[in-house]
């Protein structure tokens, strides 16, 4: 089953922007690669997904390696609404599961 | 407004006791899932349902058991055979593999623990 690596935190100041990075050296050809973030005692909410080309919404912006092997996703200027938890997961196109990585705690400092 | 309600917030059992886990959607998504989380961690998923009546292990599905009989609704139960039941655990629910984005929609948590 693939998987990924995240760092376990990082920090930014606020109105800068932030590189979130993730590794998914097994990810097979199928797997969409997806982001969630989630704040203290609530479900995660969806930020961004892809497949091979970058994405960007209103929320973020999503950098897919050539090789899918990593990805990064950019929150353009860090608000202190901002810091959660970001996971970045893989879903499994042929069991429709989603694997949830270790995720990355971000603060954000005023 | 259409989402996913997670029931009860907040419960407490006694040990050997079973307790059942609400999660009902007005979505009209086909999949369903359950995560548990432990404190500083990850989600970990319990069990999944693609269809009605259908549902498959996740990673750690021993000591739980689901059932999937209207596609709005996917309670689980946590049995007295799960050792460490004391978490936070996570319903969500999303249009299935080959419909939509896939996005996962997700309630606000059940926290349950065990005295």
């Known amino acids: 089953d693939a998987k990924t690596t995240q760092p376990n935190s990082m920090e930014s100041n606020e109105e800068e922007p932030v590189h979130l990075p993730c590794n998914h050296s097994t990810i097979s050809g199928t797997d969409y690669i997806h982001w969630y973030r989630q704040l203290p005692s609530q479900g995660p909410e969806y930020v961004i997904h892809?497949?091979?080309s970058n994405v960007n919404n209103r929320m973020a912006s999503l950098a897919i390696a050539e090789d899918r092997k990593s990805s990064t996703l950019i929150l353009h200027r860090a608000t202190l609404r901002d810091a959660a938890v970001y996971y970045c997961?893989?879903?499994?196109?042929?069991?429709?599961?989603?694997?949830f990585g270790t995720g990355t705690s971000l603060t954000v400092i005023p | 407004d259409g989402g996913i309600t997670q029931s009860p917030k907040y419960l407490f059992r006694k040990e050997g006791q079973n307790v059942t886990l609400s999660c009902e959607q007005n979505l009209n998504h086909d999949a369903m899932y359950w995560y548990r989380q432990d404190p500083g961690q990850g989600l970990r998923l319990i069990y999944y349902s693609q269809i009605v009546n259908d549902f498959q292990k996740g990673d750690i599905a021993e000591g739980y058991s689901v059932s999937r009989e209207k596609k709005e609704s996917f309670p689980l139960t946590v049995t007295s055979a799960q050792k460490n039941p004391t978490a936070f655990y996570l319903c969500a629910s999303s249009k299935g593999r080959t419909r939509g984005t896939g996005e996962l929609f997700f309630g606000e948590g059940s926290r349950l623990t065990v005295l």
């Open positions: 997961i893989l879903r499994d196109d042929t069991g429709n599961q989603f694997y």
């Open positions: 892809g497949l091979t």
